[in-house]
């Protein structure tokens, strides 16, 4: 019987997850196969039920249904509770369906090989206050950041995402605006600068100004189509340590991976399958 997972979101505009995981599926002598589900929202709950067959192994979730599948879990890992997002499913031995988080977990990976040296007592900015930087902001007090600056255009909502996090860890956490002078002066103190916004994707320009930033600050940019936004433009420029989302997909798709199947190691087999399309700006699902 070959076992399914499936994709859920709307729209789904890339296949950069499929690819990777038809090819560990190969490589690891697997019969499953990924697929993409673009529904409506009141589709999506049958889709969950469905996934509590026994020839599934689970599901991964993308915007904008992370909260609404969270709540059709039969249970769900505390970590993702915290962060408020569940983007992947596990369809357990019973039948039920555990939800759980992988894009903080791959978030740290990738920023770590990113900066070359753990997030332990490191000095943070972000840009943004939506699903991805909860994630962002979660990895980073989670492994012991020594102070995360939040920066967003409505500081109601990085004030929201600092309050849910107060308690994580035992650095500090501030929101501002983006254009307060405070975000500005936390620039000037960071070791990483991380752009979770749209913008250099969706939006033209930039969140951070990375002439604020010392010299020896890391630049991490979730946004991997383009590969190259304006903000990796200017940072590579200064001389700065730059990556973009492309390595946390990975890990974060290698994580989940592992959780479906016990089989480890595969980041490598994924990070050959998508190459071609993380290039190729115009890859679409």
Same mark, same amino acid.
């Given at each position: 019987m070959t076992q399914r997972i499936a994709l859920i979101g709307k729209p789904l505009r890339r296949r950069h997850s499929q690819v990777m995981h038809d090819a560990a599926f190969a490589a690891a002598g697997i019969d499953a196969r990924y697929e993409l589900l #673009? %529904? #409506? /929202?009141? &589709?999506v709950e049958g889709a969950v039920n469905e996934a509590r067959g026994p020839d599934? %192994?689970?599901l991964q979730v993308t915007a904008p249904y992370k909260r609404l599948v969270a709540g059709l879990c039969d249970l769900v890992e505390a970590d993702a509770a915290t962060i408020g997002a569940v983007n992947s499913v596990a369809r357990t031995a019973t039948g039920d369906l555990l939800g759980f988080n992988t894009d903080a977990p791959g978030f740290r990976a990738a920023v770590e090989l990113a900066m070359g040296r753990p997030l332990a007592g490191v000095d943070v900015v972000v840009a943004g206050a939506g699903g991805a930087a909860h994630a =962002? =902001?979660? /990895?980073?007090?989670?492994a012991g950041a020594g102070r995360v600056t939040i920066g967003n255009r409505t =500081?109601?909502? &990085?004030? #929201? %995402? &600092?309050k849910r996090f107060v308690d994580i860890g035992a650095g500090s956490i501030t929101a501002v605006a983006l254009r307060d002078p405070a975000f500005a002066a936390a620039l000037r103190s960071a070791d990483l600068a991380v752009n979770a916004t749209t913008v250099g994707m969706l939006e033209s320009g930039s969140t951070i100004e990375v002439e604020q930033l010392p010299a020896g600050a890391t630049v991490f940019d979730l946004v991997y189509v383009p590969p190259e936004t304006p903000l990796l433009l200017a940072a590579r420029a200064r001389g700065l340590r730059a990556a973009n989302g492309s390595e946390m997909l990975i890990q974060q798709a290698a994580i989940a991976f592992e959780r479906w199947t016990s089989v480890s190691g595969m980041a490598g087999v994924m990070r050959a399958a998508v190459a071609p399309l993380l290039v190729d700006a115009s890859a679409r699902a």
């Open positions: #673009e %529904l #409506e /929202a009141d &589709a599934w %192994l689970g =962002v =902001v979660f /990895a980073c007090l989670s =500081v109601s909502f &990085a004030r #929201e %995402l &600092a």
